[in-house]
């Protein structure tokens, strides 16, 4: 199934039908009048901008009514001076009679003579306009850039923030940069050795500095370190090094700078070293000096090079769309297309006042790849409905589209932010192929005073696979490109190299019309999310590992029983398995793995039937409140001041402490555990070594077969043989030495 037959056809969403009209411009015009076209279809009205003294202006707009609000049988299209206010011409027509077109191409426009207002073309009217008007659906090309009558009480210069639009994030690559030497540096102070390090800048970028030299000369050596950036097609930017020399305490001096532009630079794939060059630094004249003519020019020695062999992350790895590397000759093929369906949403809370009433101007983003898609802003509505479909090409399962609503704050009464209401994300491996998921989802926000739901979003999905067998093979895959193995990049760099990817995103998505704002990029793309100091999400996680050891506990606690004997007759029966499988060894992982297969097919039956959303008892947003989420959505540095400070200060040091104190039991047991045998206590690694040698001679002669079945009976003996807690190996560990007492 193409990727064009799936866009051209809407299939999970419901059809809205609108009344298009399409305005291109006029002729035959008075030559001192100002023109500008309104439209009217019953109660709504739409208005193009207006020309001064132009007899044959060109409008180029089009206008969309919803059919199922048009109560008017008539539609009026005026002509009108704006000067004067008066009408040069109409045109009408009758609304059931205008055609329905089911291609998404708008038709040819037509040229129609103007009549005045009694209806009559003659002398008093002059004038021809150029339209098209036709009966369409939102899957209609001019869906985006149509001026929709719901949006007609809203001033003419916001009415831009309100259309829907496809965005597509910017081409990244990493930039390598490894400085080798430099030679023959000029310093301005003599007498003293120099310490010297680079500063290199890319634009959209901080300043990255080297570690100082340690060779105190002016040919000093980095021994290649590594310093990495984010840059965007197209390479516009430049590359500044400085080579700066350390001469007091926050006080430096340039000894030279070279500018190199990136569209020089070259590009690598595979996993070889770029070859070095040479770069002559140019001075940096001072105040007060005069400019001397130099009979050598100092130089920087250094690799550079942009690498295409990566995936630039822009977004929390955990949460990724897009595992591909930036090269595209390196792309595997897709192995299918997801379409999602944008319904509507409901029981939406105000987010602002306009004319002394709550209200909210709610519209929907989407995130997959490096596409972006934004829905067109449905304008004081609790309930909006958009019905709008897009679709993806998928190239890895193990990836999560991302959906969120935000308020539009840039309309009357907005803040001049856009807010948030909620998001969703779903991962693809959760979603059978070619089954139509509808579902509501929460809205659920997180806010300093607590947890907050601010309505539910409808949605439609479908997972369409082109090969069944290639998306398995997908699982046996590595996830990300194989620069990330052969040449990986540490979590310091990865995290640093995501908030450059974050920044360089939003700054160029906020410059399409409509703009995607930074504050809609960054809360979808999720960049520090494990990066908060967060009691909740500590706890969260602990009892998510706790969640996952819970089979293990469960098993634990069903071996316990058979120790006590609980259920004398499944404790019986667990003895005679145990000792058929000691007696036959080789049906141990078969019998293990027929145990999983069991397992599986009993949970089929308790399979998700939709896929999991945002759940409020996993992240115990409900349960912890105050203080716990007030550090959560509070700034580096903090912004609080005083005894709040103080006492937030107190809990940290006693929350750590318990921490601390857990460590030391875990790190007492370790040492216990790798002590036996050296010689700390002379007892016992003599009583350790006289057991061993015991051990290797009863291995040796009795079968393997005997002492694990030995063992098992032992263990699993009748309580009333027992002699009693705590077991002598216990015992025996608890006495061994640890290094605690050497302490501080």
């Given at each position: 199934m193409s990727e064009e037959k799936l866009t051209s056809s809407i299939n999970l969403v419901q059809q809205l039908h609108f009344l298009y009209v399409g305005i291109v411009r006029a002729r035959g015009l008075p030559e001192n009048c100002d023109p500008f076209v309104q439209v009217q279809v019953g109660n709504y009205?739409?208005?193009?901008?207006?020309?001064?003294?132009?007899?044959?202006?060109?409008?180029?707009?089009?206008?969309?009514?919803?059919?199922?609000?048009?109560?008017?049988?008539?539609?009026?299209?005026?002509?009108?001076?704006?000067?004067?206010?008066?009408?040069?011409?109409?045109?009408?027509?009758?609304?059931?009679?205008?055609?329905?077109?089911?291609?998404?191409?708008?038709?040819?426009?037509?040229?129609?003579?103007?009549?005045?207002?009694?209806?009559?073309?003659?002398?008093?009217?002059?004038?021809?306009?150029?339209?098209?008007?036709?009966?369409?659906?939102?899957?209609?090309?001019?869906?985006?850039?149509?001026?929709?009558?719901?949006?007609?009480?809203?001033?003419?210069?916001?009415?831009?923030?309100?259309?829907?639009?496809?965005?597509?994030?910017?081409?990244?690559?990493?930039?390598?940069?490894?400085?080798?030497?430099?030679?023959?540096?000029?310093?301005?102070?003599?007498?003293?050795?120099?310490?010297?390090?680079?500063?290199?800048?890319?634009?959209?970028?901080?300043?990255?500095?080297?570690?100082?030299?340690?060779?105190?000369?002016?040919?000093?050596?980095?021994?290649?370190?590594?310093?990495?950036?984010?840059?965007?097609?197209?390479?516009?930017?430049?590359?500044?090094?400085?080579?700066?020399?350390?001469?007091?305490?926050?006080?430096?001096?340039?000894?030279?700078?070279?500018?190199?532009?990136?569209?020089?630079?070259?590009?690598?794939?595979?996993?070889?070293?770029?070859?070095?060059?040479?770069?002559?630094?140019?001075?940096?004249?001072?105040?007060?000096?005069?400019?001397?003519?130099?009979?050598?020019?100092?130089?920087?020695?250094?690799?550079?090079?942009?690498?295409?062999?990566?995936?630039?992350?822009?977004?929390?790895?955990?949460?990724?769309?897009?595992?591909?590397?930036?090269?595209?000759?390196?792309?595997?093929?897709?192995?299918?297309?997801?379409?999602?369906?944008?319904?509507?949403?409901?029981?939406?809370?105000?987010?602002?006042?306009?004319?002394?009433?709550?209200?909210?101007?709610?519209?929907?983003?989407?995130?997959?790849?490096?596409?972006?898609?934004?829905?067109?802003?449905?304008?004081?509505?609790?309930?909006?409905?958009?019905?709008?479909?897009?679709?993806?090409?998928?190239?890895?399962?193990?990836?999560?589209?991302?959906?969120?609503?935000?308020?539009?704050?840039?309309?009357?009464?907005?803040?001049?932010r856009d807010g948030q209401m909620g998001k969703v994300r779903i991962r693809l491996t959760t979603l059978q192929t070619d089954r139509i998921y509808t579902h509501s989802y929460p809205l659920i926000l997180l806010q300093p005073n607590g947890v907050k739901k601010l309505g539910e979003l409808r949605l439609a999905l479908r997972f369409t696979c082109y090969s069944f067998t290639g998306l398995l093979s997908s699982y046996l895959q590595p996830k990300l490109p194989k620069m990330h193995y052969s040449h990986p990049l540490n979590s310091c760099q990865i995290h640093y190299l995501t908030e450059q990817a974050t920044k360089i995103v939003s700054q160029q998505l906020s410059q399409v019309e409509p703009p995607l704002r930074k504050e809609v990029v960054v809360y979808m793309l999720d960049v520090n999310f494990f990066d908060k100091c967060s009691q909740r999400t500590y706890e969260a996680n602990v009892d998510r590992i706790n969640a996952a050891l819970r089979g293990l506990v469960l098993a634990w606690k069903w071996f316990d029983g058979i120790q006590t004997w609980q259920n004398p007759i499944l404790t019986i029966l667990a003895h005679l398995i145990f000792l058929f499988l000691v007696n036959n060894p080789e049906l141990i992982l078969p019998t293990i793995f027929f145990y999983c297969v069991l397992v599986g097919l009993w949970s089929f039956r308790y399979r998700p039937r939709h896929p999991p959303h945002m759940d409020l008892k996993l992240s115990l947003a409900e349960k912890l409140g105050g203080e716990a989420l007030d550090e959560e959505f509070d700034e580096y540095p903090s912004s609080r001041q005083g005894d709040v400070l103080r006492a937030k200060y107190d809990w940290l040091r006693s929350f750590v402490a318990v921490k601390t104190s857990g460590l030391g039991e875990i790190a007492i047991l370790m040492e216990r555990l790798s002590s036996p045998l050296n010689w700390r206590d002379p007892r016992a690694t003599s009583l350790v070594t006289v057991f061993c040698l015991a051990a290797c001679i009863v291995t040796y002669f009795i079968p393997l077969k005997i002492l694990v079945g030995a063992w098992g009976l032992f263990v699993m003996k009748h309580p009333k043989l027992r002699v009693g807690p705590p077991r002598m190996p216990l015992n025996f560990l608890a006495r061994l030495p640890t290094r605690v007492e050497s302490m501080l």
């Open positions: 009205r739409g208005t193009t901008k207006h020309f001064e003294k132009k007899a044959n202006p060109e409008w180029k707009q089009i206008f969309a009514f919803s059919k199922e609000r048009i109560q008017a049988c008539s539609l009026e299209v005026f002509v009108m001076d704006k000067a004067s206010g008066g009408i040069i011409g109409v045109v009408c027509f009758y609304v059931p009679d205008i055609p329905t077109r089911l291609l998404p191409e708008a038709p040819s426009p037509l040229w129609f003579k103007l009549a005045d207002q009694n209806g009559r073309k003659g002398e008093r009217s002059s004038g021809e306009l150029m339209m098209a008007i036709w009966m369409g659906t939102q899957a209609d090309q001019v869906f985006p850039e149509a001026w929709h009558a719901d949006v007609a009480n809203i001033r003419s210069q916001s009415i831009g923030n309100t259309r829907s639009k496809v965005y597509l994030s910017p081409i990244l690559w990493y930039l390598r940069l490894n400085i080798i030497q430099a030679q023959d540096l000029v310093l301005r102070d003599k007498t003293r050795k120099p310490e010297v390090f680079v500063k290199a800048f890319l634009r959209n970028n901080t300043a990255v500095r080297s570690r100082i030299s340690l060779d105190k000369s002016i040919n000093p050596t980095w021994n290649n370190e590594e310093i990495m950036f984010v840059a965007a097609e197209p390479f516009d930017d430049s590359l500044i090094l400085s080579v700066e020399n350390r001469i007091g305490y926050d006080e430096e001096e340039s000894l030279g700078k070279c500018v190199i532009p990136l569209s020089k630079v070259q590009k690598r794939v595979l996993p070889v070293a770029a070859s070095a060059e040479w770069y002559n630094l140019e001075r940096i004249v001072r105040e007060g000096e005069g400019k001397t003519e130099e009979k050598f020019t100092s130089r920087l020695q250094i690799r550079i090079s942009l690498e295409g062999g990566y995936h630039v992350m822009d977004d929390s790895i955990h949460f990724s769309s897009d595992f591909r590397p930036t090269d595209k000759m390196s792309w595997r093929p897709p192995i299918g297309v997801l379409e999602l369906g944008i319904l509507n949403a409901t029981g939406l809370l105000p987010m602002k006042w306009r004319n002394q009433k709550g209200t909210t101007d709610a519209y929907c983003v989407a995130k997959y790849g490096p596409k972006w898609v934004r829905t067109r802003t449905i304008v004081d509505s609790p309930a909006p409905s958009w019905h709008e479909q897009y679709t993806w090409e998928v190239y890895d399962p193990y990836t999560v589209i991302k959906i969120g609503v935000f308020d539009n704050g840039h309309l009357e009464g907005g803040c001049g």
